[in-house]
Antibody, heavy 120, light 107 residues
């Protein structure tokens, strides 16, 4: 069974940093692209960043303005998101997801999400 | 970026009804379209991919159709568990995007 478990969310002050982790199991992690998707309170789904298998390519949403860094550790079957210079607009549930299919962009499995709250 | 527009934003229906949700892309995406269901307080779940292929374990009352720029999700014989928010997702582009969501509520 595919499992994705996020951790690292919490309350952080504006301008602060946070590192999210996603522990995976039930599939060959190294063979799949992975992605982060976020959902602000009461809002829709927003793609944040993706990383291909073997980290061959990394992509970010333009809205992040270079503040976030995605990475993966295939030995640990884990995905990460380093978030810097956080603002209130970054408050959201952050989902780790597996990406497959055409262009490795079809989200086929989701984690349960971790809440990031940016507030003073 | 490819923009995805869903309609309606909210849909009211009763158990047993059939409903259709539409998703339009700002440019052709072939059949690279998925539908995800999100129940309140839960993570999304993939229902349909490649516009019309049912994900394993998804009931056959769900169906998808379309290609190019216009797509539909149909649910026949609504069950209580189906009242949720539905999102389309295009994956024609690596910078994939979601529709704004359609909330299906009980009438």
């Amino acid at each position: 069974e595919v499992q994705l478990v996020e951790s690292g969310g919490g309350l952080v002050k504006p301008g602060g940093s946070l590192r999210l982790s996603c522990a995976t199991s039930g599939f060959t992690f190294s063979a799949f692209a992975m992605t982060w998707v976020r959902q602000a309170p009461g809002k829709g789904l927003e793609w944040v960043s993706s990383i291909s298998s073997r980290s061959a390519y990394i992509r970010y949403s333009d809205s992040l303005k270079g503040r976030f860094t995605i990475s993966r550790d295939d030995a640990q079957n884990s995905l990460y998101l380093q978030m810097n210079s956080l603002t209130a607009e970054d408050t959201a549930v952050y989902y780790c997801a597996r990406a497959a299919g055409f262009g490795e962009s079809l989200v086929d499995y989701w984690g349960q999400g971790t809440l990031v709250t940016v507030s003073s | 970026d490819i923009q995805m527009t869903q309609s309606p934003s909210t849909l009211s229906a009763s158990v047993g009804d059939s409903v259709t949700i539409t998703c339009r892309a700002s440019q052709s995406i072939g059949s690279w379209l998925a539908w995800h269901q999100q129940r309140p307080g839960k993570a999304p779940k993939l229902l349909i991919f490649d516009a019309s292929r049912l994900e394993s374990g998804v009931p056959s009352r769900f169906s998808g159709s379309g290609s190019g720029t216009e797509f539909t999700l149909t649910i026949r014989g609504l069950q209580p568990d189906d009242f949720a928010t539905y999102y389309c997702q295009q994956y024609n582009s690596p910078l994939f995007t979601f529709g704004q969501g359609t909330r299906l509520e009980i009438k």
